[in-house]
């Protein structure tokens, strides 16, 4: 396979979500997400196939983490905010109007409740969750341990849960 087949199989099944992945990161900042996705896939053609072929997934979201991070560098302190990321996922199931309603403001209310955990608690909850990536390839991308990547997972579903209870418990 080529470099140019690999980068365009890699457009087509990862481009949507290295762009959520990178606006969440970036603050919702969708232009310079997709600049920083533009940015991975440049980097990604400049790569032997052979050798990014059977890690694609880790190596595209590592490389587009870190040009993320270098982004905020440049601009300003690092701060992270998940709510525009899962607006992005389609859904092929659809509710009635007033069901549709009613989980979208509990959508927005998790989200919110998402973005009060700390910030190694929400990244990694998004990789797992949006990317579906596995603790492993987590690891990679963030450069933390896989036990480390399971205890913050842990932790911050466990975290979610209690105010998730706080919060729609008391309606």
């Keep these: 396979m080529s470099s140019r087949q690999l980068v365009e199989e890699a457009q087509r ?3 949507g979500p290295l762009t ?5 990161l970036l603050n919702g900042d969708w232009e310079r997400a997709r600049d920083v996705v533009q940015d991975t896939f440049v980097k990604l053609h400049q790569q032997d196939p052979a050798t990014v072929r059977s890690r694609l997934r880790s190596w595209l979201y590592t490389v587009c983490r870190n040009r993320s991070i270098d982004v905020l560098r440049k601009e300003k302190p690092m701060k992270t905010t998940s709510g525009e990321i899962f ?8 509710p009635d109007p007033a069901a549709a309603a009613e989980r979208a403001e509990q959508h927005a209310a998790v989200l919110r409740l998402v973005d009060r955990l700390p910030e190694n608690q929400r990244e990694v909850i998004r990789l797992k969750f949006q990317a579906d990536l596995s603790y492993r390839e987590i690891s990679e991308i963030t450069t933390l341990s896989v036990g480390n ?5 842990h932790t911050g579903l466990k975290r979610l849960r209690d105010m998730m209870g706080k919060e729609f418990g008391s309606q």
Excluded: H, S
């Design 87 to 94: 607006e992005t996922m389609v859904d092929d199931w659809r």
């Design 149 to 153: 990547v399971g205890f913050l997972l």
């Design 20 to 24: 959520g992945y990178a606006a969440g």
């Design 13 to 15: 099944e990862f481009q």
